[in-house]
């Protein structure tokens, strides 16, 4: 049997760090509140000159350079966004051509919002079994701060911009010993970014506006605590562990109560949990990259430990895999 197995992974967040102070003097917030509700304190914001396809370049070059391995060994391109620059092409065929990658692969963008890395890897993980793709380059990849409504203060400073890749390669030995996905779209309302739908009203003006993104925070919390939860139970009772097994458990780094909420509920210790919030704010896609490479880059993650990555995001979508790194 195929398995597959993490080679490298990467990062790169943007320069400018927009902090909890900066956000007092855009709306009307506090740095107690953002810090006490979300454990956030300052995240990144894209530079003028950044797209989602120049920071998933920089953070796919750094996973490259770890893997030890060529982009033109790469033989599949993954993208997990929902700020992608174009609606075509996709920001996989821009990487495909930032990275010079001259074979004809395979490149393609998918959309679960904060749980799109985790159904990207999931995909991957799938064509490697297949057989047919060796070095599936999978980025995460997000520049929200482009989507949200600036005079929002329930939103605005909540996310963040950032990205994060995986090379995964096909192995003998298992790498992902298993994965979960899910979805329900009956609630689609409580998070939502619109494109589109715009177009289809009535008023023509609206054509003008920009679309950003609305949440209703207190259910998606409600939901994602929930879904997260049971699906840590299910992905342990089938893998036959207890969390006592576990390593390390990445959740989609939306807002740290949900973790402490999580932590709580199932009795295990908060040390588990891989939270890199505090610096990054929700970044989407990019999360859990992101917070991997940087628990790796730290020696907090080695080799052997048993790691739970969580997803969850607007569809609402959600998903678990348990990766053996
Ligand atoms: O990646 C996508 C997944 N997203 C998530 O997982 C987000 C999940 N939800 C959350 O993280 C939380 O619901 C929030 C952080 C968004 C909000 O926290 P909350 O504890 O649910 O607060 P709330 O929405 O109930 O608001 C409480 C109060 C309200 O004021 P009143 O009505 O009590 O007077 C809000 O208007 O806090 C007010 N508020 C703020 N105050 C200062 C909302 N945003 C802010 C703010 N600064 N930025």
């Not at 949200?148 to 605005?156: E, K, M, S, V």
């Not at 969390?243 to 973790?259: G, L, S, T, V, Y």
Request: charged share 20%; hydrophobic share 40%.
């Amino acid at each position: 049997m195929i398995h597959s197995k993490i080679l490298g992974v990467g990062s790169y967040l943007p320069e400018k760090i927009l902090t909890n102070a900066d956000l007092e003097k855009i709306v009307n917030t506090t740095d107690e509140w953002i810090v006490e509700r979300t454990g956030i304190s300052e995240r990144r914001i894209a530079g003028e000159d950044e797209t989602s396809a120049t920071l998933g370049y920089k953070a796919a070059s750094q996973a490259l350079k770890k893997a030890e391995i060529s982009a033109n060994e790469i033989d599949m391109i993954i993208v997990a966004t929902c700020t992608s620059d174009r609606f075509f092409p996709s920001t996989a065929c821009l990487l495909q051509d930032k990275l010079s990658i001259n074979r004809n692969i395979p490149a393609f963008d998918i959309t679960a919002a904060c749980s799109g890395f985790v159904y990207a890897l999931v995909i991957a993980e799938q064509f490697i079994r297949g057989g047919i793709h060796k070095n599936i380059l999978v980025v995460g990849t997000e520049v929200l701060s482009r989507g949200l409504d600036w005079t929002d203060r329930n939103t605005c400073v909540l996310f963040g911009d950032g990205a994060g890749a995986i090379i995964l390669q096909a192995s003998s030995e298992p790498g992902i010993l298993s994965a979960d996905l899910y979805a329900q779209g009956k609630y689609k309302e409580i998070l939502s970014l619109p494109s589109f739908e715009i177009l289809a009203t009535e008023n023509s003006q609206k054509q003008l506006l920009l679309p950003h993104l609305a949440m209703n925070g207190k259910e998606v919390f409600k939901l994602a605590s929930k879904f997260v939860e049971e699906a840590i139970v299910e992905t342990l009772a089938k893998n036959k562990l207890t969390h006592k097994d576990i390593d390390w458990i990445i959740p989609h780094q939306a807002n740290e109560r949900i973790m402490y909420a999580i932590s709580k509920k199932l009795n295990i210790s908060f040390d588990k949990f891989v939270s890199t919030i505090k610096y990054h704010g929700n970044t989407s896609a990019a999360s859990i990259p992101l917070a991997l490479d940087q628990f790796i880059d730290e020696g907090k993650i080695k080799p052997g430990h048993l790691i739970l990555l969580e997803g969850f995001g607007g569809g609402m979508t959600w998903g678990s895999i348990l990766i053996k790194y």
